[in-house]
């Protein structure tokens, strides 16, 4: 990585380092001057090493872009030159705040960037540590063919001609769908957030929490709209949703397990990536229950991250107050390797120190009343199936730890 410093800090440098080097070497007369010489060269380049540190990128890039255009007022010149300042003039940083948008409040971060908040978000989404399969939307519609029958294979006599078979396809399609995410942040931290090394994290982790968190639910459990993605539930075949046996013991629980895998191999779905998500309150009856010497069923594997076999996330947005009663939860199963998730290849920042903005609990906060600044961010994305088969979904489902 190229080094940038200006040529009064380099003359400055430069002049402290042979002046340390003449008063070695001239120390050295009387002694030895090629140790002399060879200690002067370590220092030297202890000194380089040093100051090439001192000039590398903050690890919490995203952060540090938006931080530096906030500090900046919104200027993208201002906020080109602080982190020229700050990082250097090769830095990644520097080179994303080039890209800002014509007008003004605007920033759009592309390429590596966009990457890098898309990769922020895998860690805290369920369904992408899932390892399904990811795709670029480069355009607000992606259409990939799928194979919806294949040929058919059959014994005939020597002299016998049958009908060719066709195969039949259909489209699989990935419509762009925007996520916006509004996040205030202390105008404190913004104006002496340069003499704090974590800065850049809190603003990063406020707003890749906050999309995490609303992707992650649609991408389980939303129906469906013109606007939201349709999630696992409702992208299911029908024939794969089942209720769980109202009777909840060992025995029947683990027939419902083993009836969601093998809803799977009864399509001939490969099995290549599979994995289980399912609510917090059902992963404590799995670690709890007992056979009947005592033992803990599965306890000892769900340690090793698995079930039967197979990976499992645990998550707060799927429910456990579904159902008549407010007590059923669901368990999901799914070769997510047939999980296909398009992301946006750009994500649009925007920001704000007296726009107004809907707090948690539903009330209407003014920024400029607050000392805050509201950051925009807008993200493109949306999640299907290469085959409906690929995921069976457990209903109904009342396993909860004794006591609870």
């Not at 209407?364 to 993200?379: E, K, N, P």
Request: charged share 25%.
């Amino acid at each position: 990585m190229a080094i940038r410093v200006t040529n009064q800090e380099l003359k400055g440098f430069i002049n402290e380092v042979v002046k340390g080097v003449m008063d070695r070497q001239r120390d050295a007369m009387d002694t030895d001057r090629e140790s002399a010489r060879e200690n002067a060269l370590s220092e030297f380049t202890k000194a380089i090493n040093s100051l090439s540190e001192s000039k590398k990128p903050t690890k919490d890039k995203f952060g540090a872009v938006v931080r530096c255009f906030l500090g900046a007022g919104r200027d993208p010149e201002k906020a080109k030159k602080a982190a020229d300042k700050i990082y250097g003039e090769n830095s990644d940083v520097s080179k994303a705040l080039t890209s800002s948008l014509a007008d003004s409040g605007g920033l759009l971060i592309s390429g590596e960037f966009a990457s890098e908040v898309i990769e922020m978000l895998r860690p805290e989404a369920v369904v992408r540590t899932l390892q399904p399969t990811f795709m670029t939307l480069n355009a607000s519609t992606l259409d990939q063919p799928a194979l919806a029958s294949g040929a058919q294979s059959e014994y005939v006599g020597e002299t016998e001609d049958k009908a060719a078979s066709q195969p039949t396809f259909r489209d699989m399609r990935l419509q762009a769908k925007k996520l916006r995410t509004m996040v205030p942040i202390s105008n404190d931290l913004i104006r002496f957030g340069q003499t704090s090394p974590g800065a850049e994290g809190i603003v990063q982790q406020d707003m890749i929490q906050s999309m995490a968190t609303t992707e992650d639910q649609k991408f389980i459990r939303s129906i469906g709209t013109e606007r939201t993605p349709r999630g696992l539930r409702y992208l299911a075949h029908e024939d794969n949703v089942f209720d769980a046996n109202s009777t909840v013991n060992l025995a029947n629980v683990t027939f419902d397990l083993g009836k969601a895998v093998q809803k799977l191999l009864d399509w001939d779905v490969r099995m290549t990536r599979p994995g289980w998500i399912f609510a917090p309150r059902t992963y404590m009856y799995l670690a709890t229950v007992r056979d009947s010497n005592g033992n803990y069923a599965f306890r000892n594997e769900l340690l090793q991250g698995n079930l039967w076999g197979f990976p499992y996330r645990v998550t707060t947005q799927i429910p456990t107050n579904l159902g008549s009663g407010d007590d059923e939860s669901e368990v999901y199963f799914a070769d997510f390797r047939d999980v296909v998730i398009g992301d946006g290849s750009q994500v649009e920042i925007r920001v704000s120190d007296e726009a107004a903005y809907i707090n948690s609990d539903g009330t209407l906060v003014s920024a400029f009343g607050q000392d805050v600044t509201v950051v925009r961010a807008i993200s493109h994305h949306d999640i299907n199936l290469r085959h409906r088969e690929s995921v069976a979904i457990i209903d109904a489902v009342e396993w909860e730890p004794s006591g609870s």
